[in-house]
């Protein structure tokens, strides 16, 4: 059973940081995109972050312009979990987080392809104050 389980959200205030954490278990395929989303009420779920491993190259890493610059996501090696570091928070940051894994296998369609994803974390709310 694959189960994703996302933590770290919290409440803070314009320009500070915080780091999510997402542990992933009972999956370990890497050659699909690993993503982290966002959604406010009323809106769709957009991709703000993903990775995606190859056979012989390195975790590969895509963002938004939202957050480009700002949000960092990695894979701790040998293990299965991932992170989302993000600094310089605005406002309009706020969201629920979602982590997702099994996404699309081209890097270029892991932001954009949302319903190509097969496994979902329950969430965790980022909120950014001015």
């Known amino acids: 059973q694959v189960q994703l389980v996302e933590s770290g959200g919290d409440s803070v205030q314009a320009g500070g940081s915080l780091r999510l954490s997402c542990v992933v278990s009972?999956?370990?395929?890497?050659?699909?995109?690993m993503g982290w989303f966002r959604q406010v009420p009323g809106k769709e779920r957009e991709g703000v972050a993903a990775?995606?491993?190859?056979?012989?190259?390195?975790?590969?890493?895509y963002y938004s312009d939202s957050v480009k610059g700002r949000f960092t996501m990695s894979q701790e090696k040998g293990s299965n979990t991932v992170y989302l570091q993000m600094d310089r928070l605005k406002p309009e940051d706020t969201a629920m987080y979602f982590c997702?894994?099994?996404?699309?296998?081209?890097?270029?369609?892991?932001?954009?392809?949302?319903?190509?994803?097969?496994?979902w974390g329950q969430g965790t709310q980022v909120t950014v104050s001015s």
């Open positions: 990775g995606l491993a190859g056979p012989y190259s390195p975790f590969a890493t």
């Open positions: 009972g999956y370990s395929n890497s050659r699909n995109c």
């Open positions: 997702a894994a099994g996404g699309p296998s081209a890097g270029s369609r892991c932001l954009s392809r949302v319903n190509e994803y097969d496994y």
